[in-house]
């Protein structure tokens, strides 16, 4: 079964820096989503994305975070200047059509990939 | 705003027994998705089970099955038959209409006594 792929499995990186992670969606899927889980906290959403643009976001995600499909298999987030506080999971998703619409309307379900450990130093 | 709460941190069951797992959530909406995703511990997400709100049969697959009580705004997972590969984090989720976000609970820990 195909799945959602997320590179890496773990990024240290010292505060300040900018990170990228990266995700490989269902290949036939076209809505991406980005949701993050801090330590001892609920999954959040960040973000959702369609035809190269954002579709949706929550109010975490802010002028340091953006998303980019590069080319046609990733899906990037990128944090620019990265604080303390951005230390969480990071879990990418994706979906084949708009949930409530297609076949099946609203069963389309969001597919997870493993997540990204990101820790802040 | 939409929440969703689960209210039981950690549960735990004997292999072969039931096991229900509460959430309820918060809406002013009347047509939503409802969800249980599980996540053992290799982290990835799997979804177990749906609900539409405007369904009022309870939704089932294999051995899991839903409560859906759309008054009460209550959506628990009833785990029949529990196995050992059952063992995992449990999250509800719900999805507003016309939304893409899913808005999750704080997710249960269910472990499977032998």
């Known amino acids: 079964e195909p799945e959602v792929t997320q590179t890496p499995s773990h990024q240290v990186t010292q505060m300040g820096q900018e990170v990228i992670l990266r995700c490989v969606p269902i290949?036939?899927?076209?809505?991406f989503y980005w949701y993050r889980q801090i330590l001892g906290q609920k999954v959040e959403f960040l973000v959702s994305?369609?035809?190269?643009?954002?579709?949706?976001k929550s109010e975490i995600f802010d002028d340091q975070f953006s998303v980019e499909r590069p080319d046609g298999s990733n899906f990037t987030l990128k944090i620019r200047s990265t604080k303390l506080e951005d230390s969480a999971m990071y879990f990418c998703?994706?979906?084949?059509?708009?949930?409530?619409?297609?076949?099946?309307?609203?069963?389309?379900?969001?597919?997870f990939g493993d997540g990204t450990r990101l820790s802040i130093l | 705003a939409q929440t969703v709460t689960q209210s039981q941190p950690e549960m735990s069951v004997q292999e072969a027994e039931t096991v229900t797992l509460s959430c309820t959530y918060d809406?002013?909406?009347?047509?939503?998705?409802l969800f249980w995703y599980k996540q053992p511990p290799s982290r990835q997400m799997i979804l177990v089970i749906r609900?539409?709100?405007?369904?009022?049969q309870n939704a089932t697959e294999n051995r899991f099955s839903v409560n859906f009580q759309k008054a009460a705004k209550s959506f628990s997972l009833k785990i029949s038959d529990s196995q050992l590969g059952d063992a995992a984090m449990y999250f509800c989720?719900?999805?507003?209409?016309?939304?893409?976000?899913?808005?999750f609970g704080q997710g249960t820990r269910l472990t499977i006594n032998p």
């Open positions: 998703a994706s979906s084949h059509n708009r949930p409530g619409q297609g076949p099946g309307g609203s069963n389309q379900p969001q597919h």
């Open positions: 290949s036939n899927h076209l809505y």
């Open positions: 994305f369609y035809n190269n643009e954002i579709s949706e």
């Open positions: 809406t002013s909406e009347s047509d939503y998705y």
């Open positions: 609900q539409e709100a405007y369904k009022q």
């Open positions: 989720a719900y999805r507003p209409p016309g939304a893409q976000k899913l808005v």
